[in-house]
């Protein structure tokens, strides 16, 4: 069981959304590829930035919960969800910096 007020706070840390059973859009965050997954995080973090992904993994340390990654779900075993943990879901990570004078760019994963 999860501590109420830990949760709280994680959510107050966040940019994207903490997600649970009853939220919209928590059973399309949960899906993956293989259709035969069919697991049920206690809560989906859809992280917007390095700093949700930073504080999920102190949260799911802290409170000794199971952590799973979504990057692309296409992992054949599942492993991108965690039944009763926390899943971060990176689906809303993706962009790319381009800098010209340096000639850099940088890409994050674009999840599918």
């Known amino acids: 069981m999860l501590d109420t007020a830990a949760i ?3 959510r107050e840390k966040l940019c994207g959304p903490l997600l649970t059973r009853d939220a919209p859009g928590y059973d399309a965050s949960r899906k993956v590829f ?10 989906i973090a859809r992280c917007a930035n390095q700093s949700d992904v930073v ?3 102190h949260f799911a340390r802290d409170q000794d919960v199971l952590l799973s990654v979504r990057g692309g779900g296409h992992n ?3 492993k ?3 039944e009763g943990g926390l899943m971060l879901d ?3 990570m993706k962009g790319i910096t381009v800098d ?4 850099v760019a940088r890409a994050k994963a674009r999840p599918y």
């Not at 293989?34 to 809560?43: E, F, I, Q, T």
Request: net charge positive; hydrophobic share 50%; with cysteine.
């Open 76 to 78: 054949f075993a599942g």
């Open 8 to 10: 709280a706070k994680l």
């Open 55 to 57: 504080a999920c993994v």
């Open 100 to 103: 010209p004078a340096r000639r």
């Open 90 to 92: 990176f689906t809303l």
């Open 80 to 82: 991108a969800v965690c």
């Open 34 to 43: 293989n259709g035969m997954v069919d697991k049920y995080p206690a809560l």
